[in-house]
């Protein structure tokens, strides 16, 4: 196995960056609502040890995926904040384009930002992602669209499960 730190010290340049990027997962399965969701808060205190961890090993950015309801999103991001990370947030979307938690994508979203709102660009995503979706439902979301997100990453996963990954900037 190649060490990170020989890749950054060896491979990397200054035309060519790399940067490294912690995955994280949510506390449960990342396509059922929990019988018992986490408040923010306790979300923020569980996610907190993977994060430091993250953190400590100075990766650029901290993802979290597959979330199926915005208080657990809230809680990760307090998390990285404190721990002083980037980070981004994705959730799982049925084919309605809803959550498994039943709130739209927007809602979502918007609840996230409500809730992370402050004057320090660290406390809320540097962007959303949109995870296990056909590409051909995500489309009609945002088709005729009259809300804008900074940039998603749709992971998405095709009929024969190969997962493409296509970033869009919207707005």
Avoid: W
């Avoid at 991001?77 to 049925?94: E, I, P, S």
Wanted: glycine residues 6%.
């Amino acid at each position: 196995m190649i060490k990170l730190s020989y890749i950054l010290i060896n491979v990397q340049t200054e035309n060519c960056p790399i940067f490294v990027a912690g995955a994280m997962g949510p506390r449960g399965d990342g396509y059922i609502v929990e019988t018992s969701k986490m408040s923010p808060d306790k979300a923020e205190s569980y996610h907190t040890p993977q994060v430091k961890l993250l953190a400590e090993e100075e990766v650029d950015l901290i993802n979290i995926c597959v979330l199926t309801y915005p208080e657990e999103a809230i809680g990760f991001m307090r998390a990285a904040h404190k721990a002083g990370q980037r980070a981004t947030v994705g959730f799982t979307l049925d084919e309605t384009g809803c959550l498994p938690s039943g709130e739209t994508l927007r809602e979502a979203i918007e609840k996230v930002d409500a809730a992370t709102e402050s004057t320090d660009p660290l406390s809320r995503p540097l962007y959303y992602a949109i995870n296990c979706v056909h590409p051909a439902k995500i489309l009609r979301l945002f088709k005729n669209s009259a809300y804008t997100v900074h940039l998603v990453i749709f992971i998405l996963k095709s009929y024969r499960n190969i997962v493409k990954v296509v970033e869009i900037a919207l707005g």
